[in-house]
């Protein structure tokens, strides 16, 4: 079975870091575009962020984030890490990892609706004060 598991949330003051991990058992081979999502009180989960397992690069990141976020994967030990510095308090959320068996999906910055994923992990809590 394929399984994928965050960990690494937790609360920090605005201006504050936070690496998160998805550590994913049952994957083989590379054919796979990961993401992290990220879900904010009373709104629709929303992509932070692609990764290429194959290509080993990232593929989108998303303007809210961008210049604070940045993804990267250790693949020898099939964790994908997302790293969020300057952290603000709309960055709040349930932050998710998903999988799919799909290259084309992490590829020219395509960034897939959350419904186009296949895996999900039971997400991990961000919460950031002011």
């Known amino acids: 079975a394929q399984v994928l598991e965050e960990t690494g949330g937790g609360s920090v003051e605005a201006g504050g870091s936070l690496k998160l991990t998805c550590t994913a058992s049952?994957?083989?081979?590379?054919?796979?575009?990961m993401a992290w999502f990220r879900q904010l009180p009373g709104k629709e989960r929303e992509v932070v962020g692609t990764?290429?397992?194959?290509?080993?690069?990232?593929?989108y990141i998303a303007e809210s984030v961008k210049g604070r976020f940045t993804l990267s994967q250790l693949l020898a030990k099939d964790m994908l890490f997302l790293e969020m510095n300057n952290l603000k308090p709309e960055d709040t959320a349930i932050y998710y990892c998903?999988?799919?068996?799909?290259?084309?999906?992490?590829?020219?910055?395509?960034?897939?609706?959350?419904?186009?994923?296949?895996?999900w992990g039971q997400g991990t809590q961000v919460t950031v004060s002011s």
């Open positions: 998903a999988a799919v068996r799909r290259v084309a999906y992490c590829a020219g910055g395509y960034h897939p609706a959350a419904s186009e994923y296949t895996s």
């Open positions: 990764f290429s397992r194959g290509g080993n690069r990232v593929d």
């Open positions: 049952g994957y083989t081979g590379s054919l796979f575009c």
